[in-house]
């Protein structure tokens, strides 16, 4: 009876950890699309190399993920962005540069355990040659 009742509390005790850390998801911010078809985007900004870089528009196939599909991503930044990086506390994406201040991917979406279906916050950080860095913020769904 005792190994019951630890046990129950063990679980108990678990199932709050778990709610416990249920983040805020971010709004998607207003440089930002989703869709088939990004909305205008504009050109990139000519910055020196000592200047913080700027993201300046993104767009994302989706940011509700399902498996076995597709999911792709674009972004316009300033010129001297030396690399874009889209994250999340599960996983990290080193966007290939096409030209100045043009970055894009697409990723195959084959399977992932049940245990990392749930919302997270995705993180793009835009850095320079120096390393400085310009973060944003949106919400992600791994279904």
């Given at each position: 009876m005792l190994a019951v009742a630890s046990r129950r509390l063990l679980?108990?005790?678990?199932?709050?950890?778990?709610?416990?850390?249920?983040?805020?998801l971010p709004s998607l911010p207003r440089d930002a699309s989703v869709g088939a078809a990004?909305?205008?985007?504009?050109?990139?900004?000519v910055l020196g190399n000592d200047a913080p870089p700027r993201?300046?528009?993104?767009?994302?196939?989706s940011l509700d993920l399902r498996r076995g599909t597709t999911w792709s991503g674009s972004f316009v930044t300033s010129t001297n962005t030396a690399s874009v990086e889209v994250r999340t506390n599960l996983f990290s994406i080193d966007v290939p540069?096409?030209?100045?201040g043009l970055f894009a991917f697409q990723l195959a979406l084959f399977d992932w355990p049940p245990i990392f279906t749930r919302a997270y916050a995705l993180r793009v950080i835009a850095r320079n040659s120096a390393g400085v860095r310009s973060e944003q913020d949106l919400p992600l769904v791994m279904r």
């Open positions: 679980v108990s005790i678990a199932l709050l950890a778990l709610v416990g850390c249920v983040s805020h990004p909305f205008a985007m504009p050109s990139p900004e993201i300046l528009a993104m767009h994302f196939s540069r096409t030209a100045f």
